[in-house]
């Protein structure tokens, strides 16, 4: 296991904010931490790279336990915290020349180059930290990262600040790193999740929630409504004598949602209804909850 956590606390004078959560990553799996804000995201990533020690709990990467072997594991991990720390007066080449001397990066001009140009760094290389934007400042942070190498990757909130070009760079950049790497990363942007996961886990108010590939978390909380559209022009009377059938929304002069509990009978019962008549249905599908319909379905 490249990350494995078993019931890990960590406590700020009378409130849990990591309560007892336990979870593991793999190498080559791209996995999105979520929650909302206070529900202790930040708090376990800092846990994993050492930044803060735990309470309870056992914290391990690459089979390196954190609290026991601090320096050993962070040689291991590359961290982009949400509040990116830089030094507006150093220079982006001098500053990755700093990082990559606290790490012994060897070939260290090489690897710069090489990193600058992974995150899309070299329109901007040539100047101070304090002149860049927001998102450009995210690469330098991304950049600093990636430096040493690292096995795994901590990434909390890596597109903050980025215009939606520079998101689909980096999430590009993401999806290649993490072919041979394990990469965690949390985002209120949800869109980048879906784009980018094929796993989630869901903490709130420090507990887990959720852990399962985005796949798996859509069947157990899939929508309970069907889209259906008719090349006839129908009344909703008629859609409303369906067994089971709480709501019927007309979305257009032909389509319409109906809302039930079972929506794959309901599906049986409206090609049946269609063959009585002599309907002819154009379409006919469930409508899949997204993840951010999960998301808030889970943590409120």
Known sequence: MSIEIKDLVKIYGEQKAVDGISFKVDQGEIVGFLGPNGAGKSTTMKI??????????????CGIPVKQRPLDSRKKIGYLPEANPLYPDMYVREYLDFIADVHAVADRRQKI??????????????KRLGQLSKGYKQRVGLAAALLHDPEVLILDEPTSGLDPNQIIEIRDTIKKLGQNKTVLFSSHILQEVEALCDRVIIINKGKLIADSPLGQLRKTNQGNAVRVAFKETLDAAQLQTLRNVTAVRQLSVHEWELTSAETGELKKQLLELALQNNWNIVSLQSENSSLEEIFRHLTT
Do not use: A, C, F, M
């Open 48 to 61: 994993i790279t050492g930044y803060l020690g735990q309470d309870g709990g056992e914290v391990s990467v």
């Open 113 to 126: 180059e090489s990193v600058i140009t992974t995150v899309g760094l070299t329109p901007e290389n040539k």
